[in-house]
C-alpha cells in the first residue's frame, strides 16, 4: 500500500473549471479511462513538458495547439500512451482533438491532448470519439476526484490536493491531480498533472510560476530514474476570484506562488508515496554545496543506486552503500573528511569515515521507519537541494515485469 497515504482529500471546484469522465474501453479494466477537462474563456493555460526526445505524439500537439489558440479544454486518456507510434499516432492525436472540436463546436488546437500508458501501441481513436459525448455531458465543477481516477495506470490510489489562501481579503482556490508511481524522474518527473486556481494570472507569469514550482516539486522526485515520453504538467489561471496578477511585485503574488508550489509539491509526494512496490518514503537533504546543482547531482546519484534503495526496503543500515555513492556522484576536489551523513538523527558517516558514536542499533531503528530522511553535508558552500524517492522493492519487479500482461 501506498507510504502514509490515506484516502483522497476534499478537491474543491474551481470556478471556471469543469471536469467529465468516460469509459471509452482503452483499460481492460473497463473503469473510466477518458477524462476531460473544460477550461472557461478568457482564462490563461501554462505548461511543460518531458524532455525525452522520444516524446508522444499528444506532447508535441499540445505544443503546438498551445502555442496557436487559447486553450478550451484538456483531454485525457489512459491505458495507451500514443508514444513510439510515428505518423499513425501524430494523425490519431490530431484526429481526437478534431472529434471533441466537432462536438463542442471549438477549434481543433483549443484542445490539448494527453495519454498515458502502455508505449507503442496505436491509440483506438475511435473509441475515444465514441466515448466524448458521454464526457461532455458530464462536466461539472465537481468532477476532480472522477477525473483523478479516470488518469490512473498503475496508481494503487487517485492522487489530489486542494488549498485556499486569502489575498487582499479574498479567497482563492487551488486545486491539482496527478497520476504516476514508476517510470518516475525528473525533466518532468509515466506521471501527469493537472492543476488550475480561479485567481487570474498573466500567461508569461503563470508559466514562470508553473516552472519554479515544478522545478521544486515534480522535478524533485525520482522513483527508478526513467523519464517518461509522456509527461506533463498544465496549470491553469480561469480570473474567475476577481484577484489577479500581471506581475511578480504585486501585493499577494509570492502568497499565492507559494500556494501552487506546496499543491506541486503534496502531488509530486503522492507520486512518490504510491510508487511502485513502495514501502519506504524517503528524504535526501544535500547541504553545504558550492550550487543547488552539485547538491542535486549527489541527492540524485543517492537516490538511484539500487544498492541503497534495496537496502533499505531491507531495513538494513548498510551505511556503506550511501557512502560510496556520494563518493562517486563526481563532484569535484571533494574533500571527504568535511562530509557528514546523517540518516535521521543518527550520524553515520564523519571526519571521512564512520561517525564515532555510530551504533548498528542506533542505524537499525532509523531504518525500520516507513519514512526516513537522509541529509549528506557536503561542507564546501552554502547551498542545498531536496529530493523525494523510494526503496525498491520485489513487487517494484514484479508490477512491471507483469505489465503488459
Not at 89 to 94: I, S, Y
Not at 334 to 350: E, F, M, Q, S, T
Request: proline content about 3%; charged content about 20%; hydrophobic content about 45%.
Amino acid at each position: 500500500m501506498p507510504v502514509g497515504l490515506s484516502g483522497l482529500p476534499e478537491l474543491l471546484p474551481v470556478t471556471g473549471i469543469r471536469w467529465g469522465v468516460a469509459a471509452a474501453g482503452i483499460k481492460r479494466s473497463g473503469r473510466n479511462d477518458v477524462a476531460l477537462m473544460e477550461i472557461a474563456p478568457g482564462a490563461t493555460t501554462a505548461a511543460v513538458y518531458t524532455r525525452n526526445a522520444f516524446c508522444a505524439a499528444p506532447v508535441a500537439l499540445a505544443k503546438r495547439h498551445a502555442a496557436a489558440a487559447a486553450t478550451r479544454y484538456l483531454l485525457i486518456n489512459s491505458g495507451n500512451a500514443n508514444a513510439g507510434t510515428g505518423e499513425p499516432g501524430k494523425q490519431a492525436a490530431w484526429a481526437s482533438c478534431q472529434a471533441l472540436a466537432e462536438l463542442v463546436d471549438c477549434q481543433a488546437e483549443a484542445v490539448l491532448p494527453f495519454s498515458t500508458g502502455v508505449i507503442g501501441e496505436p491509440l483506438p481513436v475511435e473509441r475515444i470519439r465514441q466515448a466524448l459525448p458521454q464526457a461532455v455531458a458530464g462536466l461539472g465543477g465537481q468532477g476532480w476526484e472522477a477525473a483523478a481516477r479516470a488518469i490512473m495506470t498503475t496508481d494503487i490510489v487517485p492522487k489530489g490536493i486542494s488549498k485556499q489562501v486569502q489575498l487582499g481579503g479574498k479567497t482563492v482556490t487551488i486545486t491539482g491531480i496527478a497520476k504516476g508511481s514508476d517510470m518516475i524522474k525528473p525533466d518532468m518527473a509515466t506521471m501527469l498533472a493537472y492543476v488550475a486556481t480561479d485567481a487570474g494570472v498573466a500567461q508569461s507569469l503563470l508559466q514562470q510560476t508553473l516552472r519554479q514550482a515544478v522545478n521544486l516539486s515534480f522535478n524533485s522526485i525520482t522513483v527508478d530514474g526513467d523519464t517518461s515520453t509522456n509527461d506533463a504538467c498544465v496549470l491553469v489561471a480561469t480570473g474567475q476570484a476577481s484577484v489577479a496578477f500581471a506581475s511578480e511585485s504585486e501585493a499577494g503574488f509570492a502568497e499565492f506562488a507559494t500556494a501552487v508550489t506546496q499543491v506541486c509539491q503534496a502531488l509530486a509526494q503522492a507520486i512518490v508515496r504510491d510508487g511502485e512496490g513502495a514501502t519506504k518514503f524517503i528524504t535526501i537533504d544535500v547541504q553545504g554545496g558550492r550550487d543547488a546543482a552539485e547538491c542535486r547531482q549527489v541527492a540524485y546519484t543517492v537516490a538511484h543506486s539500487p544498492l541503497v534503495k534495496t537496502a533499505f526496503f531491507a531495513s538494513d543500515p548498510n551505511w556503506g552503500r550511501i557512502l560510496a555513492a556520494v563518493g562517486r556522484a563526481g563532484l569535484d576536489r571533494l574533500d571527504v573528511d568535511k562530509v557528514a551523513i546523517h540518516l535521521g538523527d543518527v550520524c553515520i558517516v564523519r571526519d571521512g569515515g564512520r561517525a564515532a558514536d555510530y551504533t548498528e542499533a542506533a542505524g537499525q531503528a532509523v531504518m525500520g521507519k516507513e519514512e526516513i530522511t537522509i541529509t549528506i553535508e557536503l561542507g564546501r558552500g552554502n547551498t542545498e537541494a531536496r529530493v523525494w524517492t523510494t526503496d525498491l522493492s520485489y513487487d517494484y519487479v514484479k508490477i512491471n515485469a507483469e505489465y503488459r500482461t
